[in-house]
């Protein structure tokens, strides 16, 4: 609904001006009103088209950039987690994943989906696993009125993600933490899945 009503005074000017303009060309003898007023009339509702549609653009392109930088903080706050997910599947010989692909690609939860129901992690991985989230729990919770700014269903989620990493913090033996992490996985999925 928000959305048509930002577009509804365009269409007001833009219809205004099309019957001032079919007026104009129609009406066509010597009359004062119409050889001064009405080419004057098309003028401003031209006018209030294009600005107000040039204004409707940048105000919405400036609401998907805030909301994209949202997401990012988002996001980025769950690096760490990711980057040792990473490194706790990789090769003899593989590199990690670069930062930027775990904060801004989405695709990624996928695959570490597939890994955690298809391989198990080692003792190290899940220590550094189970410490970043201990760490990190609080500025996740902390964020949970960020989401809220993107939307409601974005906010349920991001609660969701925030149970999921407490216990995952408070997972004490192998089958805990790799259902927890994959729960967490899984969380994080379907927050990725909504739009802003």
């Keep these: 609904m928000n959305k048509y009503l930002m577009y ?7 219809l205004a001006a099309f019957l001032l303009f079919q007026y104009f060309m129609a009406q066509n003898t ?31 392109s400036r609401e998907m950039q805030r909301k994209n930088e949202l ?11 990711l980057s040792y997910l ?11 994943m670069p930062s930027i692909a775990l904060e801004k690609d989405p695709t990624i939860i996928t695959r570490f989906i597939t890994q955690v129901e298809n391989h198990e ?17 609080a500025l996740v919770r902390d964020l949970v009125p960020v989401a809220a700014q993107l ?30 992490t994959l729960i967490l996985l899984k969380n994080i999925q379907e927050f990725d899945a909504l739009e802003y």
């Design 30 to 60: 010597e009359h004062a009103f119409r050889d001064n007023l009405v080419p004057e009339l098309i003028g401003f509702c031209l006018e209030g088209f294009f600005w107000i549609g040039l204004l409707s653009y940048f105000q919405k």
């Design 121 to 137: 992690l080692d003792i190290e991985s899940m220590v550094f696993l189970k410490t970043t989230c201990i760490n990190s729990l």
């Design 151 to 180: 939307s409601a269903g974005h906010m349920r989620w991001w609660i969701a993600i925030t149970d999921s990493m407490r216990q995952l913090a408070d997972s004490s033996d192998r089958i805990k933490i790799e259902k927890n």
């Design 8 to 14: 509804a005074p365009m269409a007001v000017f833009g």
């Design 86 to 96: 990473d490194i706790g599947f990789l090769g003899q010989h593989a590199e990690p």
């Design 71 to 81: 997401w990012l903080s988002l996001r980025g706050s769950l690096r760490s987690f």
